[in-house]
């Protein structure tokens, strides 16, 4: 059973336009949701993370929302960027247990 | 500060051997975690060690099992591998274990003949 997924493998997305990126989850004790990059042949990096007390989180260019009504988070890039080509990992946490439980990626292509 | 490392970085095996993974973390990060990444699955927990001691444990069978060092530097073991065991494994190594203070390695590549 995934808790949290990412329906969409992949997504291509012009130079200089909006990616959204989408996260649903199952679990209702989540309460802390982090994004993820990862470039071929690199281990994820650490992007953006929201605790559930909150519904928007910022960093520059990176914009994650979280709706808890419908177990929903959303990552937004703006505007997109050639070096943002990467797959993307949403992840989850529960509690003081720090183990999360990751999506199985979207893979963003920026075109030029 | 030198990041983390994995050793090796490619592995072939057959059907039956084991294998042991090695990580080495960041220096003075006593957390190291462990996860299984194979296509359209994200990355599977395996385990997390903090101070030489397992302290969270994920949903895999006995075959796979690690150990971390006085030094901090991880191993991982997967005995009697199958076919299901290829993938890319990734260590990841934090100051106390916070979820968004994981730092990963680039992985090793292990495919199971």
């Not at chain 1, 059973?1 to 130079?15: A, F, G, H, T």
Request: hydrophobic share 30%.
């Amino acid at each position: 059973d995934q808790q949290v997924k990412q329906n969409s493998p992949s997504l291509s997305v012009q130079e200089g336009r909006i990616s959204i990126l989408n996260c649903d989850y199952t679990n209702s004790m989540f309460d802390y949701f982090l994004w993820y990059k990862k470039y071929p042949a690199e281990g994820p990096t650490f992007l953006i993370s929201i605790s559930s007390i909150k519904d928007k989180n910022e960093d520059g260019r990176f914009t994650v929302f979280l709706n808890k009504s419908a177990k929903h988070l959303s990552l937004h890039i703006v505007p997109s960027q050639p070096g943002d080509s990467a797959v993307y990992f949403c992840a989850a946490s529960a509690g003081s247990n720090y183990q999360l439980i990751w999506g199985a990626g979207t893979k963003l292509i920026i075109k030029p | 500060k030198a990041g983390v490392t994995q050793t090796p970085r490619y592995l072939i095996k057959t059907r039956g051997q084991q294998v042991t993974l090695s990580c080495s973390p960041i220096s003075g990060h006593r957390s190291v975690s462990w996860y299984q990444q194979t296509p359209g699955q994200g990355l599977q927990f395996l385990f997390e060690y903090f101070s030489e001691t397992q302290r969270n444990k994920g949903n895999f069978p006995g075959r796979f099992s690690g150990r971390q060092f006085s030094n901090s530097r991880s191993e991982m073991n997967v005995s009697t591998l199958e076919l299901g065991d290829s993938a890319l494994y990734l260590c990841a190594s934090s100051w106390a274990g916070g979820p968004d203070t994981q730092y990963f390695g680039p992985g090793t590549r292990l495919t199971v003949l």
